[in-house]
């Protein structure tokens, strides 16, 4: 099987390199990344201007660079790389939970692959200051890729690792808190500056991702691409009759 690799903290990412010397044991690796940091980007694709895409060493493995997003990396690399069949982007240094999934770079390359007909499996683990501990992850990584790399059925997974599991968990996404949150300051000059930033949220919902990696659980959150509301839609139909089709 074909393996795009890819994420969102750069080509040169210890994330990365983790994540291909799992995914080398289980497929045919390639890496296709973005070349610097395109960290909480989202979907966003460079459509104003020309990409190019160069050879790079990483370790033993097929890597490439994009001077573009997580998404532009998924198209490119799907586009020159016949019959890829499944995405991995990660792994993320911090963790992709909840409603900051609306922001994620790493989540927008699997979504990316979702999009174009693959299959895409995004990974992600906090930071807690430091660097993640690859190595202590590195048998909870090749257990996830080992138990959804055959299941075709789920086509875009969103998958979390606390930074010392003690199990896997299939969860919902967190819904009921949006951790984003504004941050004033002052430059050296005095002036006023903001920081997006996020907040620790407290208010944990049971069976939800957040929920999982609090209390020491990958997180496996199968995603889809249909964003209409589908209760709503049925609702304003009902409610408020328009121009017939
Ligand atoms: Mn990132």
Known sequence: ???????????YSPGLAALASVAAELGEVRIVAPDV???????AITHSRPLT?????????????????????VALGVELWKDV????????????????????????AAKQAALLGRRGIALSTPTGGGEPDFVRLRPWVGRVLALLLPRTELTLVNVNFPADPVGLCWTRQAL?????????????????????????????????????????????????????????????????????A
Request: net charge negative; charged share 20%; glycine share 12%.
């Open 37 to 43: 940091e395109q960290s909480s980007m989202g979907h």
């Open 1 to 11: 099987m074909r393996l795009l690799l890819s994420n969102d903290d750069g080509v």
């Open 53 to 73: 895409i160069k050879r790079t060493p990483i370790g033993e493995y097929d890597a490439h660079r994009v001077n573009g997003t997580p998404a532009d990396c």
């Open 85 to 108: 069949g499944v995405v991995l982007s990660g792994i993320n240094l911090g963790p992709n939970l909840g409603h900051g999934m609306w922001h994620s770079g790493t989540l927008a």
């Open 176 to 244: 009921n808190t949006y951790d984003g949150r504004v941050v004033p300051g002052h430059d050296p000059m005095g002036r006023p500056h903001y920081w997006l930033s996020v907040r620790r949220v407290d208010a944990l919902e049971e069976e939800t991702d957040r929920w999982a990696v609090r209390h020491g659980y990958v997180s496996m959150t199968p995603l889809r691409l249909d964003l209409t509301d589908g209760a709503a839609l049925q609702q304003a139909k009902a409610q408020i009759p328009l121009d017939p």
